[in-house]
């Protein structure tokens, strides 16, 4: 008897999930090659409804099914009583996520990109002490339940982080860059670049007076707005009651230059795929428009709790049970070139790196970080690095009034991509 028709003689519905990847990493601590790593992980996992109960099992061992079965089973037996239905079979998307170059790309090809990020920036910095991990993956993922739906995709992940610090005297300062994809781009080295030039502005020092000014977030730095809202619009904490946008669906909650997409259907981006991780397909969905609650996302054990249809969002790995997720999350660009935003600035802050992002009570909107790199504004012009700077604020307050969000948008962190944000008054507190 085949695992679903065994499952089925004693649950009402049944969910098969065989998971299969292969990571290869390299890593460069201090400007030097310290590791490379190949990794394998092969599973499966589980799901029943069960008497309206849901259960959950997994296992490394795909051998070892008739203990998989029993365990699944007996996790309904006292799992979350939810009224969730397995997806039927439906199309999807065609989407680009699987690339030979990438799933092809060799350890010794590997190290020769961690050399040419570590040679650009020390160029620009000699004495940095550059850290550059890159992990390249195959993964393949496959789903099967009792209302017909058999889907599959492939990916080919490969993520390139790299951080510097450079310290001289009691100075110290620290940049760090990420970069996901899943179809090659040849101008890989392009987010480098960019922090070579941020690394350029910084040799120059300066210093700021705490007070209320305006503040321009950098993409990379908009995350301390973007990270809030990704979790208030979260429809795991929408059913629990925690997000501050519950039951405000169709509210204006912040300015009409606010408009916020998660699209996991463009091609070789790092969360895309055609179907997400409980085989329901995926689709653009419009969270923020031009101010006003349209959406949150759902899995389909949040969505029916919810009493609402699941977007395409529920996230899995092999040993934990799906929950929704962001996939590319897109803060839409503005109207304002970049360079108009800082000439109109007499005197301000340039935010290009929060420390300490997720920490405190993020939920609430609620945010007081240090910034690990910032820069003074002054007469329209970046004049130089502040160092020993934190701002504080409340997201939905905050967001309520924009004064400007850019044209120009970048990829950060592999699934955001970020304009920048003009805030025209907010709280700066610099070290005395």
Same mark, same amino acid.
């Given at each position: 008897?085949?695992?679903?028709?065994?499952?089925?003689?004693?649950?009402?519905?049944?969910?098969?999930?065989?998971?299969?990847?292969? #990571?290869?990493?390299?890593?460069?601590?201090?400007?030097?090659?310290?590791?490379?790593?190949?990794?394998?992980?092969?599973?499966?996992?589980?799901?029943?409804? *069960?008497?309206?109960?849901?259960?959950?099992?997994?296992?490394?061992?795909?051998?070892?099914?008739?203990?998989?079965?029993?365990?699944?089973?007996?996790?309904?037996?006292?799992?979350?009583?939810?009224?969730?239905?397995?997806?039927?079979?439906?199309?999807?998307?065609?989407?680009?996520?699987?690339?030979?170059?990438?799933?092809?790309?060799?350890?010794?090809?590997?190290?020769?990109?961690?050399?040419?990020?570590?040679?650009?920036?020390?160029?620009?910095?000699?004495?940095?002490?550059?850290?550059? !991990?890159?992990?390249?993956?195959?993964?393949?993922? #496959?789903?099967?339940?009792?209302?017909?739906?058999?889907?599959?995709? !492939?990916?080919?992940?490969?993520?390139?982080? &790299?951080?510097?610090?450079?310290?001289?005297?009691?100075?110290?300062?620290?940049?760090?860059?990420?970069?996901?994809?899943?179809?090659?781009?040849?101008?890989?080295?392009?987010?480098?670049?960019?922090?070579?030039?941020?690394?350029?502005?910084?040799?120059?020092?300066?210093?700021?007076?705490?007070?209320?000014?305006?503040?321009?977030?950098?993409?990379?730095?908009?995350?301390?707005?973007?990270?809030?809202?990704?979790?208030?619009?979260?429809?795991?904490?929408?059913?629990?009651?925690?997000?501050?946008?519950?039951?405000?669906?169709?509210?204006?909650?912040?300015?009409?230059?606010?408009?916020?997409?998660?699209?996991?259907?463009?091609?070789?981006?790092?969360?895309?795929?055609?179907?997400?991780?409980?085989?329901?397909?995926?689709?653009?969905?419009?969270?923020?428009?031009?101010?006003?609650?349209?959406? &949150?996302?759902?899995?389909?054990?949040?969505?029916?709790?919810?009493?609402?249809? #699941?977007?395409?969002?529920?996230?899995?790995?092999?040993?934990?049970?799906?929950?929704?997720?962001?996939?590319?999350?897109?803060?839409?660009?503005?109207?304002?070139?970049?360079?108009?935003?800082?000439?109109?600035? !007499?005197?301000?802050?340039?935010?290009?790196?929060?420390?300490?992002?997720?920490?405190?009570?993020?939920?609430?909107?609620?945010?007081?970080?240090?910034?690990?790199?910032?820069?003074?504004?002054? *007469?329209?012009?970046?004049?130089?690095?502040?160092?020993?700077?934190?701002?504080?604020?409340?997201?939905?307050?905050?967001?309520?009034?924009?004064?400007?969000?850019?044209?120009?948008?970048?990829?950060?962190?592999?699934?955001?991509?970020?304009?920048?944000?003009?805030?025209?008054?907010?709280?700066?507190?610099?070290?005395?």
């Amino acid at each position: 008897m085949d695992i679903l028709k065994q499952l089925l003689s004693e649950a009402d519905q049944a969910e098969i999930v065989h998971v299969h990847g292969e #990571s290869t990493t390299v890593g460069f601590e201090a400007n030097r090659l310290k590791r490379s790593q190949v990794e394998e992980t092969t599973g499966i996992a589980l799901r029943v409804v *069960k008497d309206g109960r849901l259960g959950f099992a997994a296992s490394s061992d795909e051998t070892a099914t008739e203990r998989l079965v029993t365990n699944v089973l007996e996790s309904a037996t006292y799992g979350d009583e939810v009224r969730l239905a397995f997806p039927a079979p439906q199309s999807a998307p065609k989407v680009t996520t699987f690339d030979p170059v990438i799933s092809e790309l060799s350890i010794p090809r590997m190290v020769k990109i961690g050399q040419e990020i570590i040679e650009l920036i020390l160029e620009v910095e000699a004495d940095a002490q550059v850290n550059v !991990d890159l992990t390249r993956g195959v993964d393949h993922l #496959s789903i099967t339940n009792q209302a017909g739906t058999e889907v599959s995709f !492939d990916r080919s992940p490969l993520s390139v982080s &790299f951080d510097i610090s450079r310290i001289k005297g009691d100075d110290v300062l620290m940049m760090f860059g990420v970069v996901g994809m899943t179809v090659w781009d040849e101008d890989y080295l392009a987010p480098v670049r960019r922090l070579c030039a941020q690394l350029e502005l910084a040799k120059q020092s300066t210093s700021i007076q705490s007070g209320r000014m305006p503040v321009l977030f950098a993409p990379t730095g908009a995350l301390v707005l973007g990270l809030p809202l990704m979790l208030g619009l979260n429809g795991k904490n929408v059913y629990r009651g925690i997000s501050p946008m519950a039951r405000k669906l169709g509210q204006r909650l912040f300015d009409d230059k606010i408009t916020v997409v998660d699209d996991p259907t463009l091609d070789g981006k790092f969360s895309s795929a055609s179907y997400d991780d409980e085989g329901v397909p995926h689709r653009r969905n419009v969270l923020v428009e031009r101010g006003v609650l349209k959406s &949150f996302i759902y899995g389909l054990k949040t969505a029916a709790q919810s009493g609402v249809e #699941s977007t395409g969002n529920g996230s899995r790995s092999l040993f934990s049970p799906p929950s929704p997720s962001p996939t590319n999350l897109i803060f839409e660009a503005g109207e304002t070139p970049l360079a108009d935003m800082i000439a109109g600035i !007499d005197q301000g802050l340039l935010v290009q790196n929060a420390l300490g992002l997720g920490q405190g009570n993020v939920i609430s909107g609620a945010f007081s970080n240090s910034l690990s790199l910032a820069y003074k504004i002054e *007469k329209g012009e970046i004049v130089g690095r502040v160092k020993d700077v934190s701002i504080s604020g409340n997201v939905y307050d905050l967001l309520q009034q924009v004064a400007a969000v850019s044209r120009e948008t970048e990829w950060v962190y592999s699934s955001f991509r970020l304009p920048y944000v003009l805030l025209s008054d907010m709280n700066v507190i610099a070290k005395e």
